[in-house]
Structure formats: C-alpha cells, structure tokens
C-alpha cells in the first residue's frame, strides 16, 4: 500500500492515478477515504481521476462521500449510477437523493434518475418509485417511471 501511495505524490499520469485509486479500493486501504477526497478534487483528462473516485465510493459503500456525490451529479455520469450502489446498500438518503433528481428542472438529469433506478434492487426500487410517482411534476419522467415499474413487477 505504501508504494501505491507513493506513485499518487511522484506519477503525473491520470490513468495511473485512476489505476492507484481502484488498486487501493480493492485492497481496502484504511486511507481509502482520504484518496476518495483528493481524487474527487483532482481535475484530469476525461474526468479519470474523478471517475475512479467515484467507482471507489461505490465499491466501498462509503456514505460519508453523498454529499460530495450528489454536488456532482449534474457533470459526471456516473454519479447517478454510484447513488444507486450506495441505495442497494441500505442508504435511504442516497435513494432520497436520487429520487429529488425526478423532479429536477433539468430532462437530462430527470432521464438519467430514472435510468439509475433500473440499478436498484427491484423491490427497494418498486418501494420507492411507488412512494414518489404521484409527487413527480413532469409527465416525460412519470412516464419513465410508470415503464420502470411495470416492468419490475413483471419480473
């Protein structure tokens, strides 16, 4: 783990520093954490750094980071995707969240909301789809919604 964190302070490369994030996420380093922050931070050719981070809140189920995610929901994709991770979980506040982004003004980040519900398990998903459908104020999302759950009950 030493030398991993020592090719974060000597390599400039952001593919390797991508690389050294997930190796330490995989490796469960207690400064897991700490390289999260600093990776979330760090700007890098097509967001790899930023990337990598967020794969590793996800594979850690650190809940520490919703913050940090949620505020970068509308300029990294992945995002939605790492809030449904951390709802399968067990974290209601990250399925909170995603849900709020139902109702954005935004289409995009409603479509992608939506999109990231099919990640959920689908009885945590019915859940909370169910208990949000009829608070959702835009008719293209309560239509994603409706075709989600159809076709989760179906299965």
């Given at each position: 783990?030493?030398?991993?964190?020592?090719?974060?302070?000597?390599?400039?490369?952001?593919?390797?520093?991508?690389?050294?994030?997930?190796?330490?996420?995989?490796?469960?380093?207690?400064?897991?954490?700490?390289?999260?922050?600093?990776?979330?931070?760090?700007?890098?050719?097509?967001?790899?750094?930023?990337?990598?981070?967020?794969?590793?809140?996800?594979?850690?189920?650190?809940?520490?980071?919703?913050?940090?995610?949620?505020?970068?929901?509308?300029?990294?994709?992945?995002?939605?995707?790492?809030l449904?991770v951390?709802?399968?979980?067990g974290?209601?506040?990250?399925?909170d969240?995603?849900?709020?982004?139902?109702?954005?003004?935004?289409?995009?980040?409603?479509?992608?909301?939506?999109?990231?519900f099919?990640?959920?398990?689908?009885?945590?998903?019915?859940?909370?789809?169910?208990?949000?459908?009829?608070?959702?104020?835009?008719?293209?999302?309560?239509?994603?919604?409706?075709?989600?759950?159809?076709q989760m009950?179906?299965?």
């Amino acid at each position: 783990l030493d030398l991993l964190h020592g090719v974060l302070g000597q390599d400039s490369s952001y593919a390797v520093h991508a690389e050294v994030i997930n190796a330490l996420a995989d490796a469960k380093d207690p400064d897991l954490p700490a390289v999260i922050r600093a990776g979330l931070a760090t700007p890098s050719y097509q967001d790899d750094i930023q990337a990598a981070a967020l794969r590793a809140i996800a594979r850690s189920n650190d809940t520490t980071f919703l913050g940090a995610v949620d505020s970068l929901v509308p300029t990294a994709g992945q995002a939605m995707g790492v809030l449904a991770v951390l709802g399968n979980g067990g974290s209601e506040r990250a399925l909170d969240i995603l849900a709020g982004y139902l109702n954005s003004d935004r289409a995009f980040l409603r479509r992608r909301a939506a999109q990231a519900f099919s990640r959920v398990k689908t009885d945590v998903a019915i859940a909370k789809l169910g208990a949000v459908r009829d608070g959702l104020r835009y008719d293209d999302v309560k239509q994603m919604v409706d075709q989600t759950l159809k076709q989760m009950k179906s299965k």
